[in-house]
């Protein structure tokens, strides 16, 4: 059976832990209400689309940019829950110890590449502004949907360190 990831024996209780936590949770708040959100948009257009014969205009649009705000934002509280998929095939016969120096080298990597990927989008994002670009339906700037992937990115990588650093402490 699963274990639950929820439970409050779980979360940090020093002070960086606990703001990072906090954070994470209210951006997986946010994007949990994103895919509300985009749910009720959905069915909207499609009951237009399937009654009036009116859908929404640009709902495909709406739903790729908060998709992908969506799910970026939902990664740093995953992460801050040990919530990813981990595929341990190779690492059962493994010692708690070793599993956690494993865990602090996924970690580490994590967070380059969630640096990485945050500095990026930024600089996309100052792109698509200073370029005016603008979906084609809608017109909507393109870097409103770049704007929070930026700041959940840079915040994944931030938990993916701590993460790394409650591991080395666990493994020593």
């Not at 992460?79 to 690492?91: E, L, R, S, W």
């Not at 016969?93 to 080298?105: C, E, F, K, M, P």
């Not at 500095?119 to 770049?146: I, K, Q």
Request: charged fraction near 15%; glycine fraction near 4%.
């Amino acid at each position: 059976m699963s274990e639950a990831v929820f439970d409050d024996s779980s979360r940090p209780t020093d002070p960086v832990g606990r703001t990072l936590d906090a954070i994470s949770r209210l951006f997986a708040i946010c994007s949990g209400l994103m895919l509300v959100a985009m749910a009720l948009m959905s069915v909207y257009s499609i009951l237009g689309r399937s009654f009036f014969d009116s859908p929404l205009l640009g709902d495909y649009e709406l739903v790729q940019m908060m998709s992908a705000v969506a799910v970026s934002m939902a990664l740093p509280f995953c992460q801050m829950v040990n919530g990813h998929v981990i595929v341990d095939f190779f690492t059962t016969r493994n010692s708690a110890r070793t599993n956690a120096r494993l865990d602090v080298i996924a970690a580490v990597l994590l967070a380059i590449c969630s640096f990485a990927i945050a500095w990026r989008v930024v600089l996309a994002t100052v792109e698509f502004r200073s370029n005016h670009d603008a979906t084609m339906l809608l017109s909507l700037p393109t870097w409103w949907g770049y704007a929070p992937m930026g700041p959940s990115f840079f915040l994944l990588g931030c938990a993916a360190l701590y993460t790394a650093w409650k591991n080395a402490k666990a493994s020593t």
